[in-house]
């Protein structure tokens, strides 16, 4: 079974300050996909990147920053310099090879403050 | 470019009664999935229907059903309805092709059964 953790359930910062979010997944199979999306109070949910289990670049977009490490099973999400526009619900979502099923995790809602 | 619609945007009913709600894909997706987002929790797969057929099923009783329609479109049902229903209801669709599975959400349709 696959499971997704994001420990962090609410984060407050103020505005141009750093923040990680965290994602820790487990799965037994080698090909897997992970997923970052945003949801803002309208409640679309933004897709930000997908990542597979054979590519552990890091990546980098703009502010948004993501860091994938096999070894500790954690896909992690840094956003630089935050603004108000970041406020949200942040899903990681694991979705292993062969399945059309995601496991999201239950979000980390993000309060950037002025 | 249209992205993923979802109709109504909001509705009540009362418990034991049916709703349909509907879902028209992002232009060029093949591919509609189906979740349930209750308050502060991650999205729930409902099922995935492709080539207007159920290809995966989520763990949801029958009650929960759906449909796909040769534009690609697709509606979800819910019967007998139960206050625990009341949920958001999130509809993503996709290209079934190998690399292209990234699922593009719509605004949702917020269910409230009294």
């Known amino acids: 079974a696959q499971k997704v953790t994001q420990a962090q359930t609410e984060i407050s910062v103020v505005e141009k300050e750093d923040v990680t979010l965290d994602c820790v997944y487990e799965?037994?199979?080698?090909?897997?996909?992970l997923f970052w999306y945003k949801q803002p109070p309208s409640g679309e949910l933004v897709f930000l990147i997908r990542r597979n289990s054979f590519d552990e670049q890091n990546e980098i977009s703009g502010r948004y920053s993501w860091n994938f490490q096999k070894s500790t099973s954690s896909f992690n999400f840094t956003i630089t310099a935050s603004q108000v526009v970041d406020s949200a619900v942040y899903f990681c979502a694991l979705r292993v090879g062969g399945s059309y099923i995601p496991t999201f995790g239950r979000g980390t809602s993000l309060i950037v403050h002025p | 470019d249209a992205g993923v619609t979802q109709s109504p945007t909001h509705l009540i009913k009362t418990r034991g009664q049916q709703v349909t709600l509907r879902c028209s894909p992002k232009s060029g997706h093949d591919t509609v999935s189906w979740y349930q987002q209750a308050l502060g929790q991650g999205p729930q797969f409902i099922f995935q229907?492709?080539?207007?057929?159920?290809?995966q099923r989520g763990n949801f009783p029958d009650r929960f059903s759906g449909h796909q329609f040769p534009n690609y479109s697709s509606e979800l049902n819910v019967n007998a309805l139960l206050l625990g229903d009341s949920a958001l209801y999130l509809c993503?669709?996709?290209?079934?092709?190998?690399?292209?599975?990234?699922?593009?959400f719509g605004p949702g349709t917020r269910l409230l059964v009294l």
């Open positions: 993503a669709s996709s290209f079934n092709r190998v690399g292209s599975e990234t699922q593009y």
């Open positions: 799965t037994r199979d080698t090909t897997y996909y």
């Open positions: 229907y492709y080539e207007e057929e159920e290809r």
